[in-house]
């Protein structure tokens, strides 16, 4: 497994990768993997694909006043599960080889980052998909691989790539959870363990939410079940919990399946998500 701060050599060592018939997987990482992470480097090995994990804390999509200085990073670990599950090549770059002097092009998603996360957010998908353009503009991967954990990331991205006409496929993967249902996050590590116990409540609100959606609710039905349940845990402070169609992320026009229903909470400082998409069964 090779480790490399430099966009020329990781060029180089892909082209070398793909000359021998490789094709390439890309997994985009900000670090302190989890096994949500490794469940992607898994997929991205099974396909067969020279498996590049890209880790950087990208500063562009964090607002001022959120966590970029807290946010956790543990390299040498990070090396060691990415050799243990078989990963080819890690890109580690330094802000300054991503942003040199003079960087001022961004990528702008519309539409799907005016609801959910965007608003509380601003800024944070122009930055993720800016950064996201520029790994798969460096690895030029045939697959790169995103958690639905980060379900709007997800639809972001796939909107970006058929926009812009990207040749690449990007694959979504099931969110890997605890064995209590929290979904697997590189900020779970920064929760006390009063924050820890009432995480779960966010995934459990979610089931209680499509539960009802499957019994036929509204998403404003859904939405004040979700709401209900997680204003009532001490440790956590609702941002929003609300019900979306899946692909628009705008209001659905009718009641019951498909519906995404999507939470973020505060525990402490930490800023939480999770999401369920209900499908029809
Ligand atoms: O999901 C993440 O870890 C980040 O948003 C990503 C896709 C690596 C871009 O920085």
Do not use: W
């Not at 996360?117 to 800024?123: I, S």
């Not at 089931?207 to 959606?213: E, K, P, R, S, T």
């Not at 009718?254 to 800023?271: K, N, Q, W």
Request: charged share 20%; with cysteine.
């Amino acid at each position: 497994m090779r480790i490399s701060d430099r966009i020329d050599e990781i060029r180089a060592i892909i082209r070398r990768a793909r000359s021998t018939g490789s094709s390439i997987g890309l997994v985009p990482t900000m670090g302190a993997l989890h096994e949500g992470h490794l469940s992607l480097v898994r997929k991205a090995r099974h396909a067969g694909d020279f498996v590049v994990i890209s880790i950087f804390v990208n500063p562009t999509q964090f607002s001022a006043g959120e966590d970029l200085q807290r946010y956790p990073r543990q390299p040498h670990d990070d090396a060691a599960l990415v050799e243990q599950v078989g990963g080819d090549l890690i890109f580690a770059p330094t802000v300054e080889e991503m942003y040199p002097n003079g960087f001022c092009t961004h990528i702008e998603v519309e539409r799907l980052t005016d609801t959910l996360c965007g608003p509380m957010r601003p800024g944070h998908f122009r930055g993720v998909a800016t950064v996201v353009a520029k790994l798969l503009n460096i690895v030029t991967p045939d697959h790169a691989y995103f958690g639905e954990k980060d379900y709007q990331q997800l639809i972001v991205i796939e909107r970006m790539v058929r926009d812009l006409n990207m040749p690449v496929e990007v694959v979504s993967c099931p969110t890997v959870r605890e064995s209590d249902g929290l979904a697997m996050s590189s900020r779970n590590r920064m929760l006390t363990r009063e924050q820890r116990q009432a995480a779960p409540a966010i995934y459990r609100a979610l089931q209680a939410g499509a539960a009802a959606v499957h019994r036929g609710a509204t998403a404003p039905e859904a939405e004040q079940i979700m709401t209900e349940l997680l204003q009532a845990q001490p440790h956590l402070r609702l941002q929003y919990a609300q019900a979306v169609h899946p692909y628009t992320l705008q209001e659905p026009t009718h009641a019951g399946p498909p519906m995404l229903l999507s939470v973020a909470a505060f525990a402490g400082d930490t800023r939480l998500i999770d999401n369920i998409v209900v499908f029809r069964e």
